[in-house]
């Protein structure tokens, strides 16, 4: 199955790849080019050098191959948003469920997270399939304006709170 592991130096060209394609329809204008491979993966190394840390983002590992991210970022009060995003051929296997459970679990027990969040784009139900797969609640909507030439809409917003045994 996968693994969650930090992201090194030399992961720029698998981020590259994972931004591409129908994987950045809600995210992006463009697929990333090898130069904004290369900045992601070295702002996400600056942040993970930070303290108190703000941002963690995990590489999703099958094997060698780093076929996905999954990331967190506190947003105050011990609460983050979590976001992930899988390369297109390697979707439909339970990847991106399991790597935000991991992710989950470790916001929970090493971040000093008490409650996550996550919204997704209507059109994009599979992520919203993931976010209850992995535990989440549907909480309610949040108004989005336009974006990547897309009209406004209510993403659907989802949380998940920390037991008080998992600590
Ligand atoms: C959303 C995404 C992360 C899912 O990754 P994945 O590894 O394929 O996810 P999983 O295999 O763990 O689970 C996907 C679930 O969505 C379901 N699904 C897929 N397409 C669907 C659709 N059009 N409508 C409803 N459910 C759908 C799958 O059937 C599966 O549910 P199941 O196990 O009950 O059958 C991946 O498609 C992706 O990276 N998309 C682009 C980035 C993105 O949208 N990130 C989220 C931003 S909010």
Redesign the pocket.
């Known amino acids: 199955m996968i693994e969650l592991r930090d992201l090194t130096p030399g992961d720029a060209p698998a981020v590259q790849r994972i931004y591409s394609g129908a ?1 950045v ?3 992006r204008t463009h697929g990333m080019t090898a130069e904004e491979a290369a900045d992601y993966v070295e702002n996400a190394l600056a942040h993970a050098r930070t303290t108190p840390r703000e941002r963690w983002c995990f590489a999703i590992t099958v094997g060698d191959d780093v076929v ?1 991210l999954v990331k967190f970022r506190n947003r105050g009060h011990r609460h983050a948003a979590a ?4 390369r297109e051929n ?9 790597a935000l459970k991991q992710a989950v679990g470790y916001a929970f027990t090493h971040a000093g997270i008490i409650r996550l969040s ?4 209507p059109d ?4 919203g ?2 976010l209850i ?1 992995a535990g989440f609640i549907r909480t309610g909507t949040v108004p989005t304006g336009p974006a990547l030439g897309r009209p406004g809409v209510d993403f659907l917003v989802y949380e998940i709170r920390r037991r008080d045994n998992q600590t």
Do not use: C, D, M, Q
Request: charged content about 15%.
């Open positions: 994987s329809t809600f995210t996905g976001s992930y995003i899988l390697t979707w439909g296997n339970g990847y991106a469920t399991e996550a919204k997704h784009h994009n139900p599979a992520s399939r993931v797969k």
